[in-house]
């Protein structure tokens, strides 16, 4: 290709506020060509699984990772040779495809970019940390060999190793602070444990929570293991009646799964709601035998022809009339401002089970919905979530949830907030059960209802009543006509 330069492509921030996402599936390989807007792959974020077009014409010159590696955002991904101009220097690509491989280009190099643990980006600098006290090091070292030498009883230090002086930039490394994000730092300092004596597993050498316990358990094992190596101590020794504990784990009894993408971001959601929010959770167990005749009704109503008419429906609108009458429970707890944000609007969101792990997308306006229309959006919201293809705009913005765990046979639970919401709603399973009915005990339907909420906002009265009023609605569903 004459006249030709090399553009590179970074990882765009798909969502809002993302900081990585996983490359799941290269659609090109190096020396096909590509069109502007063309799929060259799809990654995973935090939040859903996101094809990324190519927004250039060219020939794909190298792929800078391997699928199934997590990339920050803005780390160049993909180097294509396109015709015209010289590329701008921010986008001039190293032959080789991995930037690490090149040393001579540090301002290059993803590998001397900060990792984002806190933010929407990386702030862009071609400064080297300056080494400092060089000469020092050695010194330092051979003090605290000699100090340890000396606890131990083994007289004089040994003199530093001849290797170190030789690499002029290694004693910087040490002096940066460990890389770690602030729950983890709060869990080292509880445990006791210096994060600059844990050796990090993290992408960009990140210190993770494993890692902590790790450094723990290395330390205890020592004292934990020290009498098993000492044949003559017959006290330690198995039991004539079971046999010896083998001297390490079979690797196949474990299976260690990364945690990655929407199982890493629900992960870090759920320990910041539940850390963060005061939860409280009510429980009302009801009758809906009415509500089940309903929706059998309503599957042979011609207004409902088509859709996905079930329980759930009816208690996703037995929940939005219970918002209207109860308002206030529709908020969200401002931090910043110390201020209370009750939303005039209800987008409901739906906890689903997907391949990739547990996602909450939500219909918006859902209170403005006629129940034809609840039911087509429900449908819709489901059938996307199991095909994987919920976009991320769709998991934003929720202002209430209700989680079904009644399907997996369970009876009720203790759902844990959606960080930003106020209140979730867990359904049990709907089950015959002995029932008081009009004087005479008989079979009814019967489920549990859980309504977990913010204590900051949202006080027993107010929780009560709404879960008060959905309960009301699925025993008389005739409610929805008289109170929505």
């Not at 900081?19 to 502007?36: C, F, H, M, N, R």
């Amino acid at each position: 290709m004459t006249n030709a330069s090399v553009r590179e492509f970074k990882m765009p921030d798909v969502g809002e506020g993302l900081t990585e996402a996983e490359i799941l599936k290269w659609y090109v390989q190096p020396g096909d060509s590509v069109t502007d807007g063309q799929v060259v792959c799809e990654v995973e974020t935090a939040k859903a699984a996101v094809e990324l077009p190519i927004p250039y014409d060219g020939v794909v010159r190298s792929l800078h990772f391997p699928e199934g590696t997590t990339v920050d955002v803005g780390t160049s991904i993909i180097a294509v040779e396109v015709a015209g101009g010289a590329a701008p220097a921010q986008e001039a690509a190293p032959a080789a495809p991995a930037p690490a491989a090149e040393p001579e280009q540090p301002a290059e190099q993803p590998a001397a970019r900060q990792p984002v643990l806190v933010g929407y980006g990386v702030a862009t600098s071609s400064t080297r940390r300056r080494p400092r006290k060089q000469a020092q090091d050695p010194a330092a070292r051979q003090a605290a060999s000699a100090v340890q030498s000396e606890l131990n009883g083994h007289g004089a230090a040994p003199a530093a190793p001849p290797a170190a002086p030789a690499v002029p930039v290694a004693p910087a490394a040490p002096a940066q602070r460990p890389l770690a994000k602030p729950p983890v730092r709060k869990l080292a300092k509880d445990l006791g444990v210096d994060l600059a004596t844990v050796t990090p597993t993290g992408p960009d050498g990140v210190v993770t929570r494993e890692d902590v316990h790790a450094a723990v358990a290395a330390a205890q094992t020592p004292q934990q293991t020290a009498p098993a190596a000492q044949p003559a101590a017959p006290a330690v020794s198995a039991p004539a009646d079971r046999p010896a504990a083998p001297a390490s784990y079979d690797s196949g009894r474990e299976t260690r799964i990364p945690v990655k993408g929407v199982r890493k971001a629900t992960a870090a959601a759920m320990v910041g709601s539940a850390f963060t929010a005061p939860h409280v959770t009510e429980f009302v167990t009801v009758d809906v035998t009415r509500t089940m005749k309903l929706v059998e009704e309503l599957k042979q109503d011609k207004e409902f022809a088509g859709l996905r008419v079930n329980p759930l429906l009816l208690i996703a609108k037995a929940l939005l009339v219970a918002i209207r009458r109860n308002p206030d429970i529709n908020a969200s707890w401002d931090e910043a401002a110390q201020e209370i944000v009750v939303k005039h609007y209800v987008n409901l969101g739906i906890a689903a089970a997907t391949p990739r792990g547990l996602i909450v997308p939500n219909i918006k306006d859902a209170h403005a919905k006629a129940l034809p229309e609840l039911a087509a959006s429900l449908g819709e919201l489901v059938s996307t979530a199991r095909e994987g293809k919920t976009s991320p705009s769709a998991m934003q913005g929720g202002t209430v949830t209700i989680t079904n765990v009644g399907v997996f046979g369970v009876d009720t639970g203790t759902p844990i907030l959606n960080p930003g919401e106020s209140a979730i709603l867990a359904v049990g399973a709907i089950k015959p059960q002995p029932w008081v009915h009009k004087g005479k005990v008989k079979p009814r339907q019967v489920t549990t209802l859980a309504l977990s909420f913010d204590h900051r906002l949202v006080d027993g009265e107010l929780g009560s009543k709404v879960l008060a009023d959905v309960a009301a609605i699925l025993e008389q569903p005739k409610r929805l006509i008289t109170w929505a």
